[in-house]
């Protein structure tokens, strides 16, 4: 399990490696202890984030965007040569490559754990029972993070 936040003393992205039993959350940077809230783990999975600590976190898959984009681009690309050349079946062929390795990378990524409020990630969960993300509750904390900047 790990969890990947924003530390709100030093500013910086950390990534810390969690344990069951864990205490405190320290960040590599600056040093900066958070004392692990209570009931913050339970049934294998976590139930309120540790660095704001809200209860409030949504699911979602770790697929990397950037490199999914990418896949879709070149093939793509290749696509548009086999065209040019005449060949239907390379043209289709690519394509379905380039769906399936899309595919394939959804599929090979793990779940994440992310809070609504402090968009901490937290990762490599056995279950998961929180819902996906909810625009309603996104709002809500949204319009709750203006009102504090003001
Ligand atoms: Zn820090
Ligand atoms: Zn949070």
């Keep these: 399990m790990y969890a990947r936040f924003h530390c709100t003393v030093c500013g910086r992205t950390c990534r810390v490696t969690l344990e069951d039993s ?3 959350l320290e960040c590599p940077h600056c040093e900066h202890r958070r004392t692990v809230p ?7 999975s976590i139930q309120r984030c540790i660095v704001c600590p809200s209860t409030e976190l949504f699911f979602r898959k770790n697929f990397p965007q950037r490199l999914g984009a990418m896949i879709v681009v070149v093939g793509l690309a290749a696509s ?3 065209w040019y050349h005449h060949s239907l079946y390379g ?9 399936l390795m899309d595919l394939m990378l959804f599929l090979l990524m793990g779940n994440v754990v992310t809070c609504y409020r402090c968009r901490a990630d ?18 809500r904390h949204r319009q709750e993070a203006a009102r504090l900047n003001q």
């Design 22 to 24: 864990v205490s405190h």
């Design 38 to 44: 209570a009931g913050a783990f339970a049934d294998g």
């Design 91 to 99: 043209t289709y062929g690519i394509l379905f490559a380039t769906a």
């Design 80 to 82: 548009c040569v086999t």
């Design 122 to 139: 937290y990762g490599g969960f056995a279950s998961t029972r929180h819902k996906s993300f909810d625009l309603e509750v996104h709002e």
